[in-house]
């Protein structure tokens, strides 16, 4: 079409909105990694001998493993040997009492970004610990959250505070021999999130983080352990931004949720780190592990998100269902554009009886994105009754991407019913024709359809969340197509 | 045969041991095509479960056990035996072959129109000149097929089909192969290859079926090129015995508005694995690809797919259906890959399987790898069982449990038998999968 040419320039042209530098003092170990480097860590954190051993064992298994290479992404070889594993703001030796006392140049960064934590505190009602960087130095609504008997701190303050908890649980769902990344995380990991919700409690508010990647050469190790105990139910956003960078950074962050009997756990994310300029340099390599496991009866996992962001995604948010009738659930929707690559999927393995998955799966592909799905759906032999139904729609934009379907269904029991429909297609011609016949002009009507396209997935986050994503969505393709 | 060396090695001194009396051994070039053939298959030696295409499908039974060239004979085997294994109904030409040699007594072969050559594989290399022979290992990518690399090495007869521009045979024609049981296990590596010019039309059915106990090895690659606005319809039936191994594929390059229709039976053989691989190099193009596969007790069938579409306008449909009961295992990969520039490429598959018993698997994985935009491609994948309200309805009717189950399974596996063009094979594989049913005499009676 004929506008189309001039939009996708000037889409190509588009800077990244949140790309800047905050020039904070930052203590930062040397770059390599071996296992002095991982005493440092944990000494640096006052971490106790047991969690010593288990970085210590981990280390010493992703020395065995080799990287992945199955994934549908192009990388030049990352040198683990070249990042620093540990960057904490300096002023965190001066732990804050409160936001006053947080170092006004970080709050500045947050002002920019639009995560104003004061503004947050009064009205959105949200909150938020602040990871920058790899150490936590703001948080918010603790009080409230304590009265009813939430536990929600970083990681490191829960290492300190709730050993019992953090022992009898890290590691349950993605043990650190999981795999390459996963097993780097757990040797490394300097910092995170971790939240408990006791028995029968409705977390009164919606736990946020925001995590930002900040010094550079700095990887980020980010980990994130939820435990909603019976009955309870949290709801969890994870939200990202990163500032303009020229190198290549490495953020390999694991999340475990655990749900208990009748418990629910819905997880939602924006990823928006820095995915490299118009010609593919620089851009956050984010390789996750996120899993979930339904261990109780009756409980419930959801994950959704919306990745926009990094140079090459690589992850699969997955539950593992456990107890009967437990339910889990994937919405997501992922867009690339310039050179990004994005492998996302999602993994659900029924174990329990009549446990049930749903996948939706929304991919966009612009420029030279190359987009690929990629999910398994186990049904063991003990899973009688096992429900799945999968849809993964994608939608091409240029004829230089690539979007791509690699569903694994393996189903060892005869009562299950797996279903599962993709489909691949442009912005029908058709429908842009009805719109503008309509005097819609065509940017309005392919946003339209573009958030028609989303919508089932849209719908599952919670609103303030919905209305990011959305504007998130916009930024990134308008005009993208012609 | 040195039983302790290792599965590689025993290929390759079974190969020392017959090369000078495969077919063509006194052409050098082709004795040079089957030695480098061997060195792939060397190097990159049997494939295993890290291998992303055989994930799912274990062939260390293969792999351990010795199998023998088989040779020439068909002493033993009752004339009556092979009529029942053939399509006596259908005026056709058929092509017998025992353990992979052709046996002329058995095949018949009516006089064919003019511009049509059907000759054995091993007549063609030994006779040919270098014309007929220039398509062979063009479209079978043995470099990443080692079974193929391995066929291509020992390949002994098969069929080699030649149709001219605007040829057409009437009637199909049918490659029977029959396995026998013999005291060694023995192996075969047919091969075919099937040329058709510019708007030739052609049916082939290629049998392949296990006679008794036969714990034979059958590893078979078809080859076949398509002229501008060629049609074939292919037909490949795999009724190997329960304790033989069947590895087969089929690999296509299809011209400009060219058609490809092909139904897949896969019914036998203790693990089968059927690999189809199509280009549609040109523009409109088209292929439909349809597929059944039946497995019980400890049987492994897998069926592998895969279409490129290179180019613009090129149509693709799939339907696979695979119904599963015992201790069995169905495998299912369908790859469709949409190359830059192949616009307005339609490409739809689906593939659905019916779990019978509560030790029976299925692993599916329909795929989609896409470079162009202006596509429209879907797949869909469904596993399931049979529907408890139609069980009900036939029982309502005095229907009892078996019998309705057995009739429902085979109205899902139908769908696929339906599709058959050419009435006498339609109906023959109709009763091919009948007789695979439990309680086959009452839904004969039913139906």
Not at chain 1, 181 to 202: E, H, M, Q, W
Not at chain 1, 269 to 278: F, H, I, L
Not at chain 1, 325 to 331: A, D, T
Not at chain 2, 317 to 337: C, I, M, P, S, T
């Given at each position: 079409m004929s506008t189309q040419s001039k939009e996708v320039e000037a889409l190509v042209k588009k800077l990244y909105q949140h790309g800047f530098y905050t020039d904070v003092e930052t203590d930062t170990v040397p770059p390599g990694l071996n296992e002095g480097i991982i005493r440092l860590i944990s000494k640096k954190k006052n971490e106790p001998e047991w969690l010593l051993e288990w970085r210590l064992n981990a280390f010493r298994h992703w020395l065995t493993m080799t990287e992945p290479n199955w994934a549908h992404v192009h990388h030049p070889p990352i040198d683990y040997q070249g990042i620093s594993y540990y960057s904490a703001p300096k002023s965190d030796k001066a732990l804050p009492k409160s936001l006053d006392e947080v170092d006004p140049k970080l709050l500045e960064t947050y002002e920019k970004l639009g995560i104003?934590?004061?503004?947050?505190?009064?009205?959105?009602?949200?909150?938020?610990?602040?990871?920058?960087?790899?150490?936590?130095?703001?948080?918010?609504?603790?009080?409230?959250?304590?009265?009813?008997?939430?536990?929600?701190?970083?990681?490191?303050?829960?290492?300190?505070?709730?050993p019992e908890l953090v022992k009898q649980y890290l590691g349950s769902v993605v043990p650190p021999n999981d795999n390459f990344f996963a097993a780097l995380n757990s040797a490394v990991f300097t910092d995170g999130s971790f939240c408990y919700i006791p028995k029968g409690i409705r977390c009164p508010l919606e736990l946020s983080t925001y995590f930002r990647i900040n010094a550079a050469n700095t990887g980020q190790f980010e980990r994130t352990l939820i435990i909603a105990d019976a009955g309870s139910y949290v709801s969890y956003l994870e939200g990202c931004t990163a500032p303009m960078r020229d190198e290549n950074q490495l953020h390999a962050a694991v999340v475990e949720l655990i749900a208990l009997g009748r418990a629910e756990i819905k997880y939602s994310t924006v990823q928006n780190w820095y995915p490299g300029d118009e010609h593919g340099k620089g851009g956050i390599y984010n390789f996750v592990t996120k899993r979930g496991e339904c261990r109780g009866n009756n409980s419930k996992i959801s994950w959704t998100q919306i990745e926009t962001g990094s140079a090459i995604t690589w992850k699969y948010p997955g539950c593992v269902l456990t107890g009967d009738n437990s339910v889990g659930e994937f919405y997501s929707v992922a867009v690339t554009n310039n050179y990004q690559q994005a492998d996302t999927g999602s993994k659900m393995i029924h174990i329990g009886k009549?446990?049930?998955?749903?996948?939706?799966?929304?991919?966009?592909?612009?420029?030279?994105?190359?987009?690929?799905?990629?999910?398994?759906?186990?049904?063991?032999?003990?899973?009688?009754?096992?429900?799945?139904?999968?849809?993964?729609?994608?939608?091409?934009?240029?004829?230089?991407?690539?979007?791509?379907?690699?569903?694994?269904?393996?189903?060892?029991?005869?009562?299950?019913?797996?279903?599962?429909?993709?489909?691949?297609?442009?912005?029908?011609?058709?429908?842009?024709?009805?719109?503008?016949?309509?005097?819609i002009s065509e940017e309005d009507a392919v946003n339209m359809i573009v958030n028609g396209f989303c919508k089932k997935v849209f719908k599952t986050l919670p609103m303030e969340f919905a209305v990011e994503a959305q504007k998130l969505l916009g930024v990134s393709l308008e005009g993208a197509i012609g | 045969m040195n039983a302790a060396a290792g599965p590689v090695e025993r290929y390759l001194a079974e190969f020392a041991r017959v090369k000078t009396t495969l077919a063509g051994a006194a052409n050098p070039p082709l004795q040079q095509a089957r030695k480098s053939a061997l060195a792939r298959f060397a190097k990159s030696g049997f494939p295993t479960r890290r291998d992303e295409n055989w994930k799912y499908t274990d062939i260390r039974a293969i792999e351990k056990r010795t199998f023998k060239t088989a040779e020439p004979s068909h002493d033993g085997i009752a004339r009556d035996r092979i009529d029942a294994v053939r399509f006596n109904a259908l005026e056709c030409h058929e092509l017998v072959f025992i353990n992979g040699h052709f046996s002329k007594a058995l095949s018949r072969k009516p006089t064919l129109p003019k511009g049509v050559i059907v000759d054995t594989l091993a007549s063609a290399l030994e006779h040919r000149g270098g014309e007929h022979l220039e398509h062979l290992s063009q479209y079978a990518n043995d470099g990443a097929n080692s079974f193929?690399?391995?066929?291509?090495?020992?390949?002994?007869?098969?069929?080699?089909?030649?149709?001219?521009?605007?040829?057409?045979?009437?009637?199909?024609?049918?490659?029977?192969?029959?396995?026998?049981?013999?005291d060694d296990a023995l192996m075969n590596h047919p091969r075919n290859l099937v040329i058709l010019g510019e708007q030739a039309e052609l049916t082939v059915i290629e049998s392949y079926i296990g006679l008794d106990g036969a714990k034979n090895f059958t590893n078979t690659v078809t080859e076949v090129a398509l002229g501008r606005g060629a049609v074939i319809e292919h037909y490949k039936l795999q009724q190997e015995g329960f304790m033989s191994y069947h590895i087969g594929s089929l690999h296509i390059r299809q011209s400009r508005d060219s058609r490809v229709y092909s139904h897949s039976i896969s019914?036998?053989?203790?693990?089968?694995?059927?690999?189809?691989?199509?280009?549609?190099?040109?523009?409109?193009?088209?292929?439909?690809?349809?597929?059944?596969?039946?497995?019980?007790?400890?049987?492994?069938?897998?069926?592998?797919?895969?279409?490129?579409?290179?180019?613009?306008?090129?149509?693709?449909?799939?339907?696979?259906?695979?119904?599963?009961?015992?201790?069995?295992?169905?495998?299912?990969?369908?790859?469709?890959?949409?190359?830059?520039?192949?616009?307005?490429?339609?490409?739809r598959q689906s593939n659905n399987n019916l779990l019978l018993s509560d030790t029976a698997e299925v692993d599916t994985k329909p795929e989609l790898e896409i470079y162009a935009d202006d596509v429209k491609c879907s797949h869909g994948a469904t596993v399931g069982q049979l529907d408890k309200d139609a069980l009900y309805y036939l029982r309502t009717r005095a229907i009892d449990e078996d019998a309705a189950s057995s009739l429902l399974t085979y109205a899902f596996a139908g769908d696929v038998i339906h599709h058959i063009k050419f009435a006498p094979i339609r109906a023959r594989l109709e009763q091919v999968v009948i007789r695979r049913l439990p309680n086959m005499d009452r839904i004969r009676d039913i139906l």
């Amino acid at each position: 079409m004929s506008t189309q040419s001039k939009e996708v320039e000037a889409l190509v042209k588009k800077l990244y909105q949140h790309g800047f530098y905050t020039d904070v003092e930052t203590d930062t170990v040397p770059p390599g990694l071996n296992e002095g480097i991982i005493r440092l860590i944990s000494k640096k954190k006052n971490e106790p001998e047991w969690l010593l051993e288990w970085r210590l064992n981990a280390f010493r298994h992703w020395l065995t493993m080799t990287e992945p290479n199955w994934a549908h992404v192009h990388h030049p070889p990352i040198d683990y040997q070249g990042i620093s594993y540990y960057s904490a703001p300096k002023s965190d030796k001066a732990l804050p009492k409160s936001l006053d006392e947080v170092d006004p140049k970080l709050l500045e960064t947050y002002e920019k970004l639009g995560i104003p934590l004061r503004e947050q505190e009064m009205l959105a009602g949200v909150a938020v610990d602040a990871v920058f960087d790899s150490v936590s130095v703001a948080t918010t609504f603790k009080e409230k959250l304590a009265d009813a008997g939430v536990i929600f701190c970083p990681f490191s303050e829960a290492v300190q505070d709730h050993p019992e908890l953090v022992k009898q649980y890290l590691g349950s769902v993605v043990p650190p021999n999981d795999n390459f990344f996963a097993a780097l995380n757990s040797a490394v990991f300097t910092d995170g999130s971790f939240c408990y919700i006791p028995k029968g409690i409705r977390c009164p508010l919606e736990l946020s983080t925001y995590f930002r990647i900040n010094a550079a050469n700095t990887g980020q190790f980010e980990r994130t352990l939820i435990i909603a105990d019976a009955g309870s139910y949290v709801s969890y956003l994870e939200g990202c931004t990163a500032p303009m960078r020229d190198e290549n950074q490495l953020h390999a962050a694991v999340v475990e949720l655990i749900a208990l009997g009748r418990a629910e756990i819905k997880y939602s994310t924006v990823q928006n780190w820095y995915p490299g300029d118009e010609h593919g340099k620089g851009g956050i390599y984010n390789f996750v592990t996120k899993r979930g496991e339904c261990r109780g009866n009756n409980s419930k996992i959801s994950w959704t998100q919306i990745e926009t962001g990094s140079a090459i995604t690589w992850k699969y948010p997955g539950c593992v269902l456990t107890g009967d009738n437990s339910v889990g659930e994937f919405y997501s929707v992922a867009v690339t554009n310039n050179y990004q690559q994005a492998d996302t999927g999602s993994k659900m393995i029924h174990i329990g009886k009549n446990t049930r998955s749903t996948i939706i799966s929304k991919g966009i592909a612009a420029g030279r994105g190359q987009n690929a799905y990629r999910g398994l759906v186990k049904v063991l032999e003990s899973a009688d009754g096992a429900r799945n139904y999968t849809q993964c729609d994608s939608l091409l934009m240029g004829d230089r991407c690539g979007a791509h379907t690699f569903p694994y269904m393996e189903v060892k029991n005869s009562s299950a019913q797996i279903e599962h429909e993709a489909s691949t297609s442009k912005i029908g011609e058709d429908q842009l024709f009805y719109c503008t016949q309509r005097g819609i002009s065509e940017e309005d009507a392919v946003n339209m359809i573009v958030n028609g396209f989303c919508k089932k997935v849209f719908k599952t986050l919670p609103m303030e969340f919905a209305v990011e994503a959305q504007k998130l969505l916009g930024v990134s393709l308008e005009g993208a197509i012609g | 045969m040195n039983a302790a060396a290792g599965p590689v090695e025993r290929y390759l001194a079974e190969f020392a041991r017959v090369k000078t009396t495969l077919a063509g051994a006194a052409n050098p070039p082709l004795q040079q095509a089957r030695k480098s053939a061997l060195a792939r298959f060397a190097k990159s030696g049997f494939p295993t479960r890290r291998d992303e295409n055989w994930k799912y499908t274990d062939i260390r039974a293969i792999e351990k056990r010795t199998f023998k060239t088989a040779e020439p004979s068909h002493d033993g085997i009752a004339r009556d035996r092979i009529d029942a294994v053939r399509f006596n109904a259908l005026e056709c030409h058929e092509l017998v072959f025992i353990n992979g040699h052709f046996s002329k007594a058995l095949s018949r072969k009516p006089t064919l129109p003019k511009g049509v050559i059907v000759d054995t594989l091993a007549s063609a290399l030994e006779h040919r000149g270098g014309e007929h022979l220039e398509h062979l290992s063009q479209y079978a990518n043995d470099g990443a097929n080692s079974f193929a690399a391995l066929n291509t090495a020992f390949m002994a007869d098969g069929a080699y089909i030649n149709l001219s521009a605007n040829a057409r045979v009437d009637h199909p024609i049918h490659l029977l192969f029959l396995s026998t049981e013999q005291d060694d296990a023995l192996m075969n590596h047919p091969r075919n290859l099937v040329i058709l010019g510019e708007q030739a039309e052609l049916t082939v059915i290629e049998s392949y079926i296990g006679l008794d106990g036969a714990k034979n090895f059958t590893n078979t690659v078809t080859e076949v090129a398509l002229g501008r606005g060629a049609v074939i319809e292919h037909y490949k039936l795999q009724q190997e015995g329960f304790m033989s191994y069947h590895i087969g594929s089929l690999h296509i390059r299809q011209s400009r508005d060219s058609r490809v229709y092909s139904h897949s039976i896969s019914l036998g053989g203790a693990i089968a694995r059927n690999d189809i691989h199509t280009v549609l190099a040109e523009e409109g193009a088209e292929v439909i690809l349809h597929g059944l596969y039946m497995a019980s007790n400890r049987q492994h069938v897998d069926n592998h797919t895969r279409i490129d579409h290179m180019s613009p306008r090129t149509q693709s449909v799939e339907l696979y259906k695979g119904v599963l009961d015992g201790h069995a295992r169905g495998v299912f990969n369908g790859k469709v890959v949409v190359h830059e520039g192949a616009v307005k490429t339609d490409a739809r598959q689906s593939n659905n399987n019916l779990l019978l018993s509560d030790t029976a698997e299925v692993d599916t994985k329909p795929e989609l790898e896409i470079y162009a935009d202006d596509v429209k491609c879907s797949h869909g994948a469904t596993v399931g069982q049979l529907d408890k309200d139609a069980l009900y309805y036939l029982r309502t009717r005095a229907i009892d449990e078996d019998a309705a189950s057995s009739l429902l399974t085979y109205a899902f596996a139908g769908d696929v038998i339906h599709h058959i063009k050419f009435a006498p094979i339609r109906a023959r594989l109709e009763q091919v999968v009948i007789r695979r049913l439990p309680n086959m005499d009452r839904i004969r009676d039913i139906l």
